[in-house]
């Protein structure tokens, strides 16, 4: 059972235009993590949301939170090639310190 | 500081052979993860140790599967008996102690490719 799914899976876009990936589940998480992967490297966090409804913005990355605490989406303000990657989103419950993973979404920016 | 570090980068076997794969976690981290990440599968997790705790190995797929944590710092995943479906990046994650919201910060992965 994959308890978090993102979408889309794979997105190919040109310098510029922005965009929004999504990571939904009908599990309540206490708080969720968005990581990026390179290709060679390991994941990177990028932020933590855990408040519902809660907004986080990283220059033009944004981060939303959904009310219910189920969903969560990344929207990029004019994406450039360096935003390249693989997206993780991760949930945790309470204290457990075990992460449940999303697929990713791979996003590839063209010059 | 220094970051996760693990050893080898690639490592290529041939099928039925033992392999070994290093962790170093960041200094002061008490907890420490392994997980495998496939194609297209996300991150698996695998098992987990929190400084002097009994680990847990919940995540491990078989008997061939095993990993320790020498004096709470480096861990070492010994895979026997490799099997072709043990193809896969191995990572590697340590997280502080206290951690409010377990954020945990990976290495670059051991890349294994059985033959």
């Known amino acids: 059972t994959q308890l978090l799914e993102q979408s889309p899976q794979f997105l190919s876009i040109q310098e510029g235009e922005n965009l929004t990936v999504y990571c939904n589940s009908s599990s309540v998480f206490s708080s969720l993590q968005w990581y990026r992967q390179e290709p060679g490297e390991g994941p990177v966090l990028l932020v933590t949301?855990?408040?519902?409804?809660e907004v986080k913005k990283l220059k033009r990355l944004t981060f939303q939170f959904g009310d219910a605490r189920k969903d969560s989406s990344l929207h990029i303000t004019a994406a450039q090639p360096g935003d390249t990657g693989l997206y993780l989103c991760a949930g945790a419950r309470g204290s457990n310190y075990k992460l449940t993973f999303g697929k990713g979404t791979l996003l590839t920016v063209n010059p | 500081g220094a970051g996760v570090s693990q050893s080898p980068s690639n490592k290529v076997t041939e099928k039925g052979k033992d392999v070994e794969l290093r962790c170093d976690p960041i200094?002061?981290?008490?907890?420490l993860y392994w997980y495998r990440q496939s194609l297209g599968q996300g991150l698996e997790f695998l098992i987990y140790?929190?400084?002097?705790?009994?680990?847990?190995k919940s995540g491990l797929p078989s008997d061939r599967f095993s990993a320790e944590r020498t004096g709470g710092s480096v861990s070492t995943l010994t895979i026997q008996r490799t099997q072709q479906e043990d193809s896969a990046v191995y990572l590697c994650?340590?997280?502080?102690?206290?951690?409010?919201?377990?954020?945990?910060?990976f290495g670059p992965g051991t890349r294994l490719t059985v033959l």
């Open positions: 200094s002061g981290h008490t907890a």
């Open positions: 949301v855990v408040t519902g409804g």
């Open positions: 140790f929190q400084g002097n705790s009994a680990p847990d």
């Open positions: 994650a340590s997280s502080p102690a206290g951690g409010t919201y377990n954020e945990q910060f």
